[in-house]
């Protein structure tokens, strides 16, 4: 048997393509442009190489797009002047940190500034409590993203067992939130699971989102199990040349794409998916502003 991919890449574009019908209805029906702006603090080529896709895509769904880059130095005080700056900004609609910030930086303190309302991550207490008793609002990117690609492609979640390896704040944690409320059986494995590929074997739905590259393998797999692949690992590949390197996801593709019914890759899988639900938060957050109902497609 071999795993039908699941093309991330191509559901991301599907969506903004609605995304844009959603900015272009909010233009001549209400008078809004929705806003995202992007805060980069430093030079790290693979945070630059985000952002200014980032940028890019915003901008061509419609929505003012509005970047903001730091040095790696700039003291915390000025960075979060910056996102108060941000918060009072009629025009911005969603703020984004990029994250790592520096050392020097606390990104609890970063996260705290950032008004609920704008705050497209869904990464503040107060939005990370609305995703848990499921009130309207932002939900985590990636989460969202992944939560899409498993309804289109299961239809129903209802009843079925879900295992998430990795516990972050980022991805495992709002993605238990989400499964649970589509009434999945959530079980949450982490670096200290015991007998893990056991735990694993049990799941019609695996998400690995532990950042250890090519972990899950086929032989940790139910046969035909669903297999959303969070990692973006990137790998040493000598057989492309002396120094060059690759993406690889959590699941070792090749292993569980023979045992798997779906499987999403990496690239191409869950990492588009997390820009498109950035850009569908920000359809939201802009909706809730002003005292609109965020378009249901868009969201959990
Ligand atoms: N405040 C904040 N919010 C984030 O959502 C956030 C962040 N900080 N910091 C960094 C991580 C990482 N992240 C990715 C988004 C898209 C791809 C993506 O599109 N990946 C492509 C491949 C890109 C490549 O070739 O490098 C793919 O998987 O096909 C990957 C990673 C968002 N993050």
């Known amino acids: ?110 996260i705290e500034a950032i008004d609920p309302m704008k705050d497209v991550d869904s990464f503040t207490p107060a939005n990370v409590g609305k995703v848990q008793i499921g009130l309207p609002g932002p939900v985590s990117c990636t989460p ?63 998400v690995a989102a532990v950042g250890r590259p090519q972990m899950v393998k086929g032989d940790w797999l139910k046969a035909g199990a669903v297999v959303i692949d969070v990692g973006i690992n990137r790998v040493p590949a000598p057989e492309k040349g002396e120094g060059k390197t690759r993406l690889v996801g959590d699941v070792d593709f090749a292993s569980a794409a023979e045992v798997a019914g779906a499987i999403t890759p990496v690239p191409g899988g869950v990492g588009p998916m997390t820009i498109a639900c950035l850009l569908a938060n920000t359809i939201t957050t802009a909706s809730l502003i002003n005292g609109l109902v965020p378009p249901s497609d868009l969201t959990a």
């Not at 009072?88 to 984004?96: C, E, F, K, N, R």
């Not at 992944?146 to 944690?173: F, Q, T, Y």
Request: hydrophobic share 40%; net charge neutral; proline share 6%.
């Open 1 to 110: 048997m071999t795993a039908h991919i699941i093309d991330g890449k191509l559901f991301a574009e599907n969506l903004r393509g609605r995304i844009a019908g959603h900015v272009e209805r909010l233009k001549t029906e209400h008078g809004i442009t929705p806003g995202l702006a992007v805060v980069i603090v430093g030079t790290d080529p693979a945070s630059q190489v985000y952002v200014t896709n980032k940028a890019k895509q915003t901008a061509e769904v419609g929505m003012n797009s509005f970047k903001h880059e730091l040095p790696g130095d700039v003291p915390e005080a000025e960075l979060l002047a910056l996102v108060h700056q941000l918060n009072a900004d009629p025009a911005v609609h969603g703020i984004l940190v990029q994250m790592p910030v520096p050392k020097h930086i606390d990104p609890n303190k970063v």
């Open 144 to 206: 969202l993203g992944c939560l899409m690609l498993l309804r289109d492609h299961l239809g129903k979640l209802e009843g079925k067992n879900a295992v998430i390896i990795g516990r972050s704040n980022l991805v495992g944690k709002p993605m238990m939130q989400l499964l649970l409320r589509d009434n999945c059986t959530v079980t949450v494995a982490h670096s200290r699971t015991e007998n893990l590929p056991e735990v694993v074997r049990q799941a019609d739905i695996v």
